[in-house]
């Protein structure tokens, strides 16, 4: 076996006992580049160990003993190489040509055992994604009875006044009723680190169910209360509960799920959300619960997933992420793991942790004030927070919480069973992208939807624009409608939720959340409160104004947005320290640290 020594100079030493898969002769000039990473310092990861910019150069062969010497590419780099090698203390095999590698099918065995999917670790996706679904359900539950709800004020407004309620005053309500649950959201998203920090990823959901009752009471009451206030007052709650939700699932699924399917299970986060708009939209119908009699037991249904999610989160683990680097409880964490992994065999996720938590101990506390502050945080920040907008000012709301006024005046004859018709293709493509997005990775599936919805509002818009003149063009309206729904669920819907956890390690990352979460909740509140305006003004070209957004997002993300598919928290910290390096001289060391755990500056 070869163990891994510092040696001194330039140059790591390589002492090895004759072993059954000796002879080094057979590689007497080995790269050991196993890294896509153009990073000059070592990397230890899944038990590898690679020197992007060394050779191992065999000096003896002939003797019971070899020493091999890893040497890096140029001498001005030694000094950084050497601090970055002060740490690694591994054991190396080498191997006959004709022999198969144990290191290699252990590295299969590993990359094998890191993919599998076990019972543990979908019961605690599924309790999670509950909120997710919350967040939904209360998105789209206010879309199909409007005209119902509408009546409904109007006639308290009579019966407390004496009076019908003047037009423009019940579309301000109507607009408060729709708005305010964003509202809640922004303060729910800015509320994230107060909770996951202190009280864990887990235990922060189960409590955040307090709000779901009590906004169900709230919404379920109003109309025997005849207080449009209470519906109004209910949405609020329900969005600081959405709100919270945002942050918490998608930082606990990123926490628990293996690098190579953190994306795949991240998009469940968006299917969760979806699967809660189309089951709004469907219980929505008239003759379900969107009449004049059931519309309370529609929007307090959000109390039964609420009570399901308390169920099953006690039986769910912490985040393993929580326990080693908040918590230090290895032991906990370990057990954890075997569980989510169905393996006794995590060293090397233990080992990816604690190189973190050797970060975290080198970085102070990064606070939401210090997050904006630090110029080292400024790359990552800004995508985090222009991949949230290009969600919200893609116009994927504005179908959402309007779908049903939208099919009206396309001159569609069943307005709502299009509206429900959208949340199935809604659902389906995110089905879609759970299976493409390890595949072809997150930056391509995100421009290939903003540019995708950038067409289908240009069509949609011409098809509005002319369809009094040609009434066929409904049905194009509708196909429209269905491709930017498509479209959106391919990249601009899953993606911004689970990049935000890639983009941060775990000092900043909650705070990242907050202002992620803040970003996309006040986008959703300027979407939701202003487009009835905007389209009373623009009519059918309203689209138009979200084209040139789309367009927009398009081509920030194809410059700045980098590709995460496949890599650690530590690797893309490490691509963003890269960038920051060049101007090393104007930071502080801790805050070099702070993006990954083996900075070379």
């Excluded at 107060?194 to 709000?211: E, Q, T």
């Excluded at 628990?256 to 299970?265: E, H, N």
């Excluded at 540019?451 to 509708?478: C, D, H, Q, R, W």
């Excluded at 479209?487 to 911004?496: K, V």
Aim: aromatic share 12%.
């Amino acid at each position: 076996m070869h163990r891994v020594q510092q040696g001194s100079g330039a140059a790591v030493s390589v002492t090895s006992t004759l072993s059954p898969y000796r002879t080094c002769s057979s590689i007497t000039s080995v790269p050991l580049s196993a890294s896509s990473q153009s990073e000059r310092s070592w990397r230890n990861y899944n038990n590898r160990l690679t020197a992007p910019c060394g050779t191992v150069n065999t000096l003896d062969t002939g003797h019971s003993e070899e020493t091999c010497t890893l040497t890096p590419a140029s001498q001005e780099e030694d000094e950084p190489w050497i601090k970055s090698t002060s740490f690694i203390h591994r054991e190396l095999t080498f191997q006959r040509r004709d022999r198969p590698h144990p290191f290699t099918s252990n590295l299969h065995s590993m990359e094998s055992n890191r993919q599998h999917v076990t019972v543990q670790l979908m019961v605690a996706v599924g309790a999670a994604v509950i909120g997710s679904l919350q967040f939904g359900y209360n998105t789209g539950v206010i879309n199909a009875p409007q005209k119902t709800i509408e009546e409904f004020i109007n006639k308290t407004w009579y019966e407390r006044y004496n009076d019908r309620i003047h037009e423009n005053t019940l579309t301000t309500l109507w607009a408060v009723s729709v708005s305010i649950f964003s509202v809640g959201g922004i303060f729910g998203s800015f509320s994230v680190g107060l909770f996951v920090n202190r009280l864990g990823r887990r235990n922060s959901m189960l409590i955040a169910n307090v709000l779901a009752f009590i906004a169900a009471a709230l919404m379920g009451f109003s109309k025997l209360a005849a207080s449009w206030e209470m519906l109004i007052l209910g949405r609020l709650v329900v969005g600081l509960y959405s709100g919270l939700s945002t942050g918490f699932v998608p930082m606990y699924v990123g926490e628990i799920a293996p690098t190579s399917l953190r994306g795949a299970l991240g998009t469940l986060h968006q299917l969760g959300i979806v699967i809660g708009i189309l089951m709004a939209q469907i219980f929505g119908i008239d003759a379900i619960m969107g009449n004049a009699t059931m519309w309370p037991f529609l929007l307090g249904f959000t109390f039964i997933p609420a009570l399901i999610q308390c169920a099953m989160l006690p039986f769910c683990p912490e985040s393993p992420r929580f326990l080693l680097i908040n918590q230090n409880e290895e032991n906990k964490a370990k057990s954890v793991l075997k569980k989510l992994r169905g393996t006794d065999d995590v060293g090397a996720d233990i080992q990816e942790m604690k190189e973190e938590s050797r970060q975290m101990m080198r970085e102070k506390k990064v606070t939401i004030f210090e997050l904006f502050r630090s110029p080292i945080y400024r790359q990552p920040l800004i995508i985090a927070v222009m991949l949230q907008l290009s969600q919200q000012f893609s116009g994927i709301n504005a179908v959402f919480y309007y779908s049903t006024s939208i099919f009206t005046k396309a001159g569609v004859a069943y307005p709502v069973y299009a509206t429900i018709g959208a949340g199935v293709v809604n659902t389906v493509f995110t089905i879609v992208s759970l299976f493409v997005v390890e595949r072809a990775g997150r930056r391509s599936l995100h421009l290939t939807g903003l540019m995708g919805m950038a067409v289908s509002a240009v069509v949609m818009t011409i098809a509005m624009a002319l369809t009094e003149k040609y009434p066929n063009l409904s049905y194009v309206s509708i196909v429209a409608i269905f491709v930017f729904v498509a479209f959106f669920e391919i990249g601009p819907g899953p993606i911004p939720w689970f990049i935000v956890a890639e983009l941060f390690s775990q000092g900043p990352r909650p705070s990242a959340f907050a202002v992620a979460g803040f970003s996309n909740w006040t986008a959703n509140f300027i979407v939701g409160m202003c487009f009835q305006y905007v389209e009373q003004l623009t009519g059918p070209y309203v689209f138009i104004i979200f084209t040139v957004l789309l367009l927009i997002f398009f081509i920030f993300t194809y410059f700045k947005v980098p590709e995460t598919k496949g890599r650690t928290f530590d690797e893309i910290s490490a691509g963003f320290r890269q960038n920051a390096s060049s101007g090393a001289e104007k930071y502080a060391p801790d805050e070099l640290n702070a993006l990954g755990a083996d900075s070379q500056l």
